[in-house]
């Protein structure tokens, strides 16, 4: 473990080669009771889905551990590519609170990144066991630890593995999470951590994120000059400003040799609502997808128009991968989807 920044390492994009995918079962009841039972076969299906294209690591008490690997065998997942540890968590966010890995600039050696979690400004107490993820994964893989004591969730950070990071301010600057840190203080631990150079900052998120706003339910990179980004076409819709401002910003951003970026726009679902739920609107979003190694698994939301166009233009963004679509509702419901419940591991070496 060091608490100096590490030196010469760099944060690898997610469109990059994985080693595996890092997921953390549902197994606190407390956490989701109306879903529970259909998070199950729900987080068995994903895993079958990845298992066909690389290793999965799964955080479960060990009590779980029969019972997934039945859900698992139940979706015809591959178990070979199944890694199960006694990591106990206390509720599935792995984006937010696993490790965040960093990789060597000229050895392509991994080391994890360890920043503190408090379950996005104290909402969902208690979060002790999920804010010791990071630190048992980098144990588990024999990797070296770098901590650092401000809070972040790896769904607030968006890079294009190139120096370049995006972020927004609803959710760093907001005082439920580093309130003695001023926005230089936050650049400057996330230059120092993560190793990027360039930070975009985006004012705030989508209706109904418990997150207060994370980036990777609105801006999501493609390639290293490429880009998703979500638009709202009904001004009446409240996401329809913060994505028309969103949208504005991102044509100052610059591509590694100086190019404009390519922004591709994607058009939100319609309104996803339940009644008598904590969230009247809950936050769906396309940008909610995850890349695995030759795939992407993107979330639908049962709109056959809405989610057909978003499955075309997903399609034309990632020649070469499979996009697999997942039914999303039951996680969204819970606050997020399938970026939300999964941490990449990538792949060592250059």
Not at 121 to 129: I, M, S
Not at 140 to 146: A, D, H, I, P, W
Not at 189 to 203: F, P, S
Not at 206 to 226: K, N, P, S, Y
């Amino acid at each position: 473990m060091s608490n100096a920044f590490p030196k010469n390492y760099r944060l690898p994009a997610e469109f990059e080669k994985q080693e595996a995918i890092w997921l953390s079962w549902p197994t606190n009841k407390e956490s989701c009771p109306k879903t529970y039972n259909r998070l199950q076969d729900k987080f068995g299906e994903i895993v079958a889905y990845i298992s066909r294209y690389q290793r999965v690591r799964i955080n479960a008490p060990f009590l779980a551990h029969m019972g997934i690997r039945l859900s698992i065998a139940d979706n015809e997942g591959d178990l070979s590519q199944v890694d199960i540890y006694e990591n106990p968590t206390n509720d599935v966010w792995c984006r937010d609170h696993g490790p965040i890995f960093i990789k060597h600039n000229e050895t392509g050696k991994l080391a994890v990144t360890d920043w503190e979690f408090n379950a996005w400004g104290g909402k969902f107490p208690p979060y002790d066991l999920d804010n010791g993820i990071p630190e048992k994964a980098a144990a588990t893989l024999g990797l070296e630890r770098f901590t650092s004591k401000m809070v972040l969730e790896g769904g607030a950070i968006e890079t294009n593995g190139k120096g370049l990071l995006i972020t927004t301010e609803a959710v760093l600057l907001n005082k439920n999470r580093n309130p003695k840190m001023s926005k230089a203080d936050v650049e400057k631990e996330l230059k120092g951590m993560l190793g990027v150079d360039t930070i975009c900052w985006l004012k705030e998120g989508i209706e109904g994120d418990d997150t207060d706003g994370h980036v990777d339910d609105v801006v999501r990179f493609i390639r290293e000059d490429a880009l998703i980004c979500m638009v709202e076409p009904k001004d009446t819709d409240p996401n329809h400003r913060v994505l028309k401002d969103i949208r504005e910003r991102l044509d100052d951003l610059r591509a590694p040799d100086g190019s404009k970026m390519e922004i591709i726009e994607i058009e939100m679902p319609q309104a996803v609502e339940v009644k008598d739920w904590r969230l009247s609107r809950l936050p769906a979003s396309y940008a909610n997808f995850l890349i695995v190694n030759n795939a992407v698994l993107m979330p639908i939301f049962g709109q056959k128009k809405k989610d057909g166009m978003a499955e075309d233009k997903m399609s034309e963004c990632f020649p070469g991968r499979e996009v697999i679509s997942v039914t999303a509702k039951d996680l969204v419901m819970e606050g997020g989807a399938l970026h939300c419940i999964a941490m990449q591991e990538p792949k060592a070496g250059l």
